[in-house]
Protein backbone atom coordinates (compact mmCIF):
# COMPACT_ATOMS: atom_id res chain seq x y z
CA UNK A 1 0.00 0.00 0.00
CA UNK A 2 1.33 3.70 -1.14
CA UNK A 3 -0.34 6.51 0.29
CA UNK A 4 -0.23 9.51 2.84
CA UNK A 5 -2.36 9.03 5.94
CA UNK A 6 -3.58 11.37 7.97
CA UNK A 7 -4.72 10.66 11.75
CA UNK A 8 -6.37 12.83 14.13
CA UNK A 9 -4.18 12.62 17.31
CA UNK A 10 -3.16 13.90 20.47
CA UNK A 11 -0.32 16.49 20.60
CA UNK A 12 2.51 16.81 20.42
CA UNK A 13 1.72 13.94 17.55
CA UNK A 14 3.95 11.32 16.13
CA UNK A 15 3.35 7.53 15.98
CA UNK A 16 3.07 6.93 19.39
CA UNK A 17 0.25 9.73 19.92
CA UNK A 18 -3.30 8.63 20.89
CA UNK A 19 -5.66 8.56 18.21
CA UNK A 20 -7.88 11.29 18.93
CA UNK A 21 -11.69 10.69 17.62
CA UNK A 22 -12.64 14.48 16.99
CA UNK A 23 -10.81 14.76 13.18
CA UNK A 24 -13.33 18.09 12.95
CA UNK A 25 -12.04 19.27 16.53
CA UNK A 26 -8.27 17.88 16.84
CA UNK A 27 -5.11 20.09 17.78
CA UNK A 28 -2.94 18.26 15.18
CA UNK A 29 -2.54 15.58 13.00
CA UNK A 30 -0.17 13.04 12.89
CA UNK A 31 0.93 12.67 8.78
CA UNK A 32 2.38 9.32 7.46
CA UNK A 33 3.79 8.45 3.73
CA UNK A 34 3.31 4.70 3.49
CA UNK A 35 5.26 3.25 0.80
CA UNK A 36 5.00 -0.69 -0.26
CA UNK A 37 3.02 -0.79 3.74
CA UNK A 38 5.77 0.58 5.30
CA UNK A 39 6.45 4.07 7.30
CA UNK A 40 8.25 6.13 5.08
CA UNK A 41 8.05 9.42 6.49
CA UNK A 42 5.96 11.37 9.73
CA UNK A 43 5.46 14.43 10.20
CA UNK A 44 2.49 16.67 11.79
CA UNK A 45 0.32 18.79 10.75
CA UNK A 46 -1.41 21.36 13.22
CA UNK A 47 -5.91 21.46 13.28
CA UNK A 48 -7.71 24.14 11.44
CA UNK A 49 -10.96 25.59 13.25
CA UNK A 50 -13.78 23.88 12.62
CA UNK A 51 -15.77 27.09 12.74
CA UNK A 52 -14.21 28.63 9.45
CA UNK A 53 -16.06 26.15 7.00
CA UNK A 54 -17.67 24.09 9.17
CA UNK A 55 -17.46 20.13 8.98
CA UNK A 56 -15.90 20.71 4.93
CA UNK A 57 -13.10 22.86 6.56
CA UNK A 58 -10.94 19.72 7.67
CA UNK A 59 -12.04 17.87 4.38
CA UNK A 60 -10.38 20.49 2.33
CA UNK A 61 -7.19 21.37 4.25
CA UNK A 62 -6.27 17.76 4.37
CA UNK A 63 -6.67 17.15 0.59
CA UNK A 64 -5.13 20.36 -0.25
CA UNK A 65 -1.85 18.71 1.86
CA UNK A 66 -1.72 15.61 -0.16
CA UNK A 67 -3.49 13.30 2.42
CA UNK A 68 -5.03 10.06 0.77
CA UNK A 69 -6.22 8.37 3.59
CA UNK A 70 -7.57 8.98 6.85
CA UNK A 71 -7.77 6.93 10.10
CA UNK A 72 -10.23 8.33 11.91
CA UNK A 73 -12.89 7.32 15.19
CA UNK A 74 -16.07 8.20 13.68
CA UNK A 75 -18.18 10.72 11.64
CA UNK A 76 -20.95 12.17 10.43
CA UNK A 77 -21.99 11.82 6.29
CA UNK A 78 -21.68 15.28 5.26
CA UNK A 79 -17.78 14.87 5.80
CA UNK A 80 -17.80 11.51 4.86
CA UNK A 81 -18.98 12.60 1.42
CA UNK A 82 -16.58 15.04 1.49
CA UNK A 83 -13.76 13.17 2.00
CA UNK A 84 -15.16 10.87 -1.01
CA UNK A 85 -15.68 14.25 -2.91
CA UNK A 86 -11.99 14.89 -3.19
CA UNK A 87 -10.98 11.26 -3.19
CA UNK A 88 -9.58 10.75 0.31
CA UNK A 89 -10.72 6.57 1.28
CA UNK A 90 -11.65 6.85 5.16
CA UNK A 91 -10.90 3.93 7.67
CA UNK A 92 -11.98 2.98 11.21
CA UNK A 93 -9.51 3.28 13.73
CA UNK A 94 -10.67 0.16 14.88
CA UNK A 95 -9.29 -0.54 18.57
CA UNK A 96 -5.89 0.85 17.79
CA UNK A 97 -4.90 3.05 20.42
CA UNK A 98 -1.32 4.56 19.23
CA UNK A 99 -0.61 6.13 15.30
CA UNK A 100 1.55 3.92 14.79
CA UNK A 101 -1.17 0.69 15.95
CA UNK A 102 -3.55 2.48 13.78
CA UNK A 103 -1.32 2.94 10.58
CA UNK A 104 0.03 -0.75 10.98
CA UNK A 105 -3.59 -2.27 11.15
CA UNK A 106 -4.13 -0.27 7.82
CA UNK A 107 -1.36 -1.57 6.17
CA UNK A 108 -2.04 -5.25 7.11
CA UNK A 109 -5.40 -4.37 5.73
CA UNK A 110 -7.78 -4.66 9.34
CA UNK A 111 -9.44 -1.42 9.34
CA UNK A 112 -13.02 -1.19 7.99
CA UNK A 113 -13.69 1.28 5.53
CA UNK A 114 -16.15 3.74 6.06
CA UNK A 115 -19.36 4.13 3.87
CA UNK A 116 -22.82 5.50 3.73
CA UNK A 117 -23.78 2.08 5.25
CA UNK A 118 -20.76 2.05 8.26
CA UNK A 119 -20.43 5.62 9.52
CA UNK A 120 -20.21 6.48 13.24
CA UNK A 121 -22.42 9.70 13.32
CA UNK A 122 -21.29 12.65 14.43
CA UNK A 123 -17.70 12.52 16.33
CA UNK A 124 -16.18 14.13 13.36
Do not use: W
Not at 33 to 54: A, M, N
Amino acid sequence: MNSVVALPCESPGGLEARVGFHFGHCEIFTIISLEEGRIKEVKTLPGVPHEQGGCMAPVMYLAQNGVKTLIAGGMGMRPLMGFNQVGIDVYHVGDASTVEEAVQALADGRLPQFSQDFTCGGRG
